[in-house]
């Protein structure tokens, strides 16, 4: 994937434009990563979510929190997402690269980066996820999600639309296969695999728990020790 894609092309509007006009099949998985965050938030804790964008996920999740952080390298993004949460006092955005945390250590409940964000950010992904650990306190959360290899062909329609709503280049077809969508402007949007997934935490010292969800995601989730 082009660094910077999402923060030249697909930030504030144009991505909740990406939203709007998913498929049915595609809403269900977005909703269904939710649904996964939100098991694990209590009103107790403080939060951190990497690559907040706009605020789509940190909305929902803010409100089954205590205190919530959402970051992102955006500032378009970002700007957007203060009026799209109406202020609350509870949640704080912050102009940040997620492998490279200004966060002092063990300082959240739950950390989380949602839609394939460790792939998307297009950054180091071993320092990305340590960082994610070093921010979260000893037996808080650290949760990573991937799309699932059966979600391939909702995904690739989803991935469609936006091209064809002129949200991304055209989608070359026969570069794209394997999990791997590439568009004729530069665009590759990758996922990650499950023994990626158990390397990254054997790197770091910790166990990883992956889990399908809804047919759509793969998550892995950690404890912070």
Excluded at 4 to 32: D, F, H, W
Excluded at 78 to 91: K, M, N
Excluded at 112 to 136: H, M, W, Y
């Amino acid at each position: 994937m082009m660094k910077g894609y999402y923060k030249k092309k697909l930030a504030a509007e144009r991505l909740q434009t990406c939203y709007e006009i998913a498929p049915p099949r595609v809403k269900e998985y977005l909703e269904s990563e939710i649904d996964f965050v939100l098991e694990r938030t209590a009103i107790s804790q403080t939060v951190l979510e990497l690559g907040c964008g706009y605020g789509r996920v940190l909305k929902r999740v803010a409100a089954g929190a205590g205190r919530s952080f959402g970051i992102d390298t955006s500032l378009e993004s970002l700007r957007f997402a203060r009026d799209f949460l109406s202020g609350p006092e509870t949640v704080r955005l912050l102009l940040m690269d997620a492998s490279r945390m200004g966060f002092s250590d063990r300082r959240f409940d739950l950390t989380f980066c949602v839609q394939n964000g460790i792939s998307a950010f297009a950054v180091d992904r071993p320092k990305l996820f340590g960082e994610a650990l070093r921010v979260t306190r000893p037996g808080g959360t650290v949760l990573f999600s991937t799309y699932a290899p059966r979600f391939w062909n909702d995904r690739l329609e989803w991935f469609e639309r936006q091209s064809a709503h002129g949200l991304l280049g055209e989608v070359d077809r026969e570069a794209t296969r394997d999990g791997v969508i590439v568009c004729k402007d530069g665009f590759r949007a990758t996922t990650v695999e499950i023994e990626e997934f158990q390397d990254l935490a054997a790197r770091h010292g910790v166990i990883p728990r992956i889990v399908e969800v809804d047919g759509s995601s793969l998550f892995c989730e950690v404890t912070a020790s």
